[in-house]
């Protein structure tokens, strides 16, 4: 069963604490991507992985990072969080031609 | 303009109707198109692709219009269980070189007793 595993699910923090989610799959997959979730927005692409040390930017990469030092894991940084990054956090992994499997979300609120 | 627009809704049926989605796309460059469904604060899961002949999955059918760059759900004989949000999702290439996937805001639906 393809699964992707987000860590933690719920979190709570303050300005300017650096955190990370983390992210893992567990077939093999090359293609990676976070996104975040606000309402009437829809979700959007914050980065994406091709492969091992191959990441790129998605529409909204402002205020994160990512690195993707093995295939199947693939962290969400937030240097210094602020308060517009409070969202919903999806990970995905799978083929960018087909299907596409999330992880079970993160719930983030940066006071 | 958005990339990919959908109805946002809610659309409100009862049990057993059909009910029909629309989401148009702007980029005509698009290649791939999918419907996802998610259920209030869970994950996204892949519904259905969408093929340019059409294709049909039990009382899901979706449609693919590419000369007027929109796609369509159609759900029959709707159930309880099929309340959720669909998302319309497109494949395109950005501006960068590689593809990516955009999503639509969802169309809400609740199925009534």
């Known amino acids: 069963e393809a699964q992707v595993t987000q860590n933690p699910r719920y979190l709570i923090t303050v300005t300017g604490k650096k955190l990370t989610v983390t992210c893992s799959q567990n077939?093999?997959?090359?293609?990676m991507s976070w996104y975040r979730q606000d309402p009437g927005l829809g979700l959007r692409q914050i980065y994406y992985s091709m492969n091992v040390e191959v990441t790129d930017k998605g529409d909204v990469p402002e205020g994160y990072k990512v690195s993707r030092k093995e295939k199947r894991n693939f962290p969400l940084i937030l240097e210094s969080p602020s308060p517009n990054q409070t969202s919903l956090y999806f990970c995905?992994?799978?083929?960018?031609?087909?299907?596409?499997?999330f992880g079970p979300g993160t719930r983030l609120t940066v006071t | 303009r958005k990339e990919v627009e959908q109805d946002p809704g809610p659309f409100n049926v009862p049990e057993g109707a059909t009910v029909a989605f629309n989401c148009t796309y702007s980029n005509s460059a698009s290649q791939s198109f999918f419907w996802y469904r998610q259920d209030c604060r869970k994950e996204p899961k892949l519904l259905m692709s969408?093929?340019?002949s059409g294709n049909e999955d039990g009382r899901f059918t979706a449609q693919l219009n590419r000369a007027s760059q929109y796609i369509s759900l159609l759900i029959r004989d709707s159930k309880l269980s099929d309340s959720a949000t669909y998302l319309c999702v497109v494949n395109a290439r950005s501006s960068g070189s590689a593809r990516q996937l955009t999503f639509g805001s969802g169309t809400q639906l609740t199925v009534l007793p």
């Open positions: 969408v093929y340019s």
């Open positions: 077939m093999n997959h090359e293609y």
């Open positions: 995905a992994k799978g083929n960018i031609y087909y299907e596409q499997y």
